[in-house]
């Protein structure tokens, strides 16, 4: 059986069709760089650009970095290519949703610890944003924080909100 689905694959192809990946990260040091090798390993499987693979791959990296310090909990990141779209998001069991420390226009401090994510994410991605999960939508609430960068034949980029149709986040 698996050789046959195998063989109805292969007529898909990875630059056309749509997918996703979930992972589930504990909460370890080696996170960060589990996430990085595993965007890596999809997106080079999927021809994406390098130069969007590594906006991506530092991202996927910032976030889960920035999940993993502020809860307790494993993190969920999800990354798919939909719509014209490739998208990376990253849940954490946090309620507390990220504040820019930066402005629009200010670099930061190459010196400090903290407060590059959100800065980051806008210079490498095309549209971000983040919203509140309740409880209902997922058992546990918590947050998600994305990112989208367009892929050939997309659109424009859309808002700060999360998109109309969007599935539930996947833990």
Do not use: F
Request: with cysteine; aromatic share 6%.
């Amino acid at each position: 059986m698996p050789e046959l689905a195998l063989k109805d694959l292969a007529d898909c192809s990875p630059l056309d069709a749509d997918w996703e990946y979930v992972l589930r990260i504990p909460r370890t040091p080696l996170g960060p760089g589990i996430v990085r090798a595993h965007v890596r390993a999809v997106l080079t499987r999927h021809r994406v650009r390098d130069a969007v693979l590594d906006n991506v791959e530092l991202v996927a990296s910032e976030l889960v970095t920035n999940s993993l310090v502020c809860t307790r909990d494993p993190v969920s990141v999800r990354i798919m290519r939909t719509g014209g779209r490739l998208r990376l998001s990253v849940w954490d069991s946090s309620p507390y949703m990220p504040s820019e420390r930066l402005g629009p226009e200010q670099a930061p401090d190459t010196g400090q610890e903290h407060g590059r994510g959100l800065w980051l994410m806008r210079g490498c991605a095309d549209d971000w944003g983040h919203y509140l999960l309740v409880n209902g939508r997922r058992t546990t609430g918590g947050k998600e924080v994305w990112a989208e960068w367009i892929t050939p034949g997309a659109e424009g980029p859309g808002t700060h909100a999360e998109p109309a149709g969007a599935k539930a986040p996947l833990v």
